[in-house]
């Protein structure tokens, strides 16, 4: 069964420095998303990406943040300067064309752990 | 913007008894209700979802239920066994038009069975 992957599973980088988190979407998903989720507490939605834009961002996705899809199979979470409050695992996701339905269903990669020191 | 609550945050229960976890939705115009189940360090997997058009959904020992008027939905599970074991979320969010839409998420109940 095909899975969403992510890489690299941790990172480890300094406050101010630039990161890109890395994923690679289920094959014939049209719809990415970025989520967080600080240690023990729940997922927070960052931003969805359609049709080669932004769809759909949170307040917590602000000018630090970009993402791309630099290619017809990756999709990146690009960090400008990396703050201590960005310290969490970072989520890819992604959906299928679902015409007609409320709603996507969203299959989650394993997560990239990032820790800003 | 849309909150979703959820409760409780801890829920211990016999192996082979029933689980209910709950949450309540702010916005009424969210139509797609999903539920994840996290086992620790591992990515959050769709377990089943319900759309508003329909009340109830059921999946073997998972069953989803809805409640448009009092804007809360409830997730079941029966015959619990160890492997039930696990943090469940559940999310809501709403289709706008032809976009791709972020799920909120609800804090997360962690289900402990008890052998």
């Known amino acids: 069964e095909p899975e969403v992957t992510q890489t690299p599973s941790h990172q480890v980088t300094q406050m101010g420095q630039e990161v890109i988190l890395r994923c690679v979407p289920i094959?014939?998903?049209?719809?990415f998303y970025w989520y967080r989720q600080i240690l023990g507490q729940k997922v927070e939605f960052l931003v969805s990406?359609?049709?080669?834009?932004?769809?759909?961002k949170s307040e917590i996705f602000d000018d630090q943040f970009s993402v791309e899809r630099p290619d017809g199979s990756n999709f990146t979470l690009k960090i400008r300067s990396t703050k201590l409050e960005d310290s969490a695992m970072y989520f890819c996701?992604?959906?299928?064309?679902?015409?007609?339905?409320?709603?996507?269903?969203?299959?989650f990669g394993p997560g990239t752990r990032l820790t800003v020191t | 913007g849309e909150n979703v609550e959820q409760h409780p945050s801890t829920l211990s229960v016999q192996e082979g008894d029933s689980a209910v976890i709950k949450c309540t939705y702010s916005?009424?115009?969210?139509?797609?209700f999903p539920w994840y189940k996290q086992e620790l360090g591992k990515r959050p997997q769709l377990i089943i979802d319900?759309?508003?058009?329909?009340g109830e959904k059921k999946d073997q020992r998972i069953a989803v239920t809805l409640n448009k008027t009092a804007k809360h939905f409830s997730l079941h599970i029966t015959e619990t066994q160890p492997e039930d074991s696990a943090v469940y979320f559940c999310?809501?969010?709403?289709?706008?038009?032809?976009?791709?839409?972020?799920?909120?998420f609800g804090k997360g109940t962690h289900l402990i069975i008890q052998p």
């Open positions: 094959s014939n998903h049209l719809y």
């Open positions: 996701a992604s959906s299928p064309y679902s015409p007609g339905l409320a709603g996507h269903e969203q299959y």
């Open positions: 916005d009424s115009a969210s139509n797609y």
């Open positions: 990406f359609y049709n080669n834009e932004i769809s759909e």
């Open positions: 999310a809501a969010s709403i289709r706008s038009g032809g976009g791709a839409d972020g799920l909120t």
């Open positions: 319900i759309r508003s058009n329909v």
